[in-house]
């Protein structure tokens, strides 16, 4: 497999930071995890890439926590490259993070599982795990990386959609 570049986003509005999933493939119990975008335990935004047939990980994560309660666009952005992944994260229109990802195990490229794209949990639609808390508006996912122009362009947009 070779992984290709992507972004992945939605405005969203947790009720709880806790370990949730905004958008993934990843069914854990079935062994067919490809990637998550989520709020980790700390409350941080991540971007966990998942190489399924060497059980190794690609994990990015944001520098400062999320905050309930609050409308918030988020996005992260995969330039592609197995090797040596830069993945950025977004809250708004920031960058949170310095792209650099924490690799377990020996990552060589997510692979193309059966696992079903969900939105709001991770595992599979009859039995779903790490439910999300709150509210998801405007998820997407994009063929290539996004630049730090076309992040806050969206924003705007979505911005001016929602109301905010």
Known sequence: SVDTAFSVGAFIGPNAIL???IIG?????GNLEEYRFFIDAAGKLSLELHDASASATEIAISDSAL???KG???VATYDGNEAAPVVKLYIDKALVNDGST?????YVAMENLATP??????GVTATPTTEFHGRIALPFITG???TAAEVADLFEIYKRLLGF
Do not use: H, M, Q, R
Not at 25 to 29: C, I, L, N
Not at 102 to 106: I, L
Not at 117 to 122: D, F, N, P, S
């Open 25 to 29: 493939k990843y069914d854990s119990v």
């Open 144 to 146: 290539k990386e996004l």
């Open 67 to 69: 905050e309930a309660g």
């Open 19 to 21: 370990s949730n999933v």
């Open 72 to 74: 918030i666009f988020v």
């Open 117 to 122: 794209l969900t939105v709001g949990c991770g």
């Open 102 to 106: 924490v690799e377990t195990g020996a």
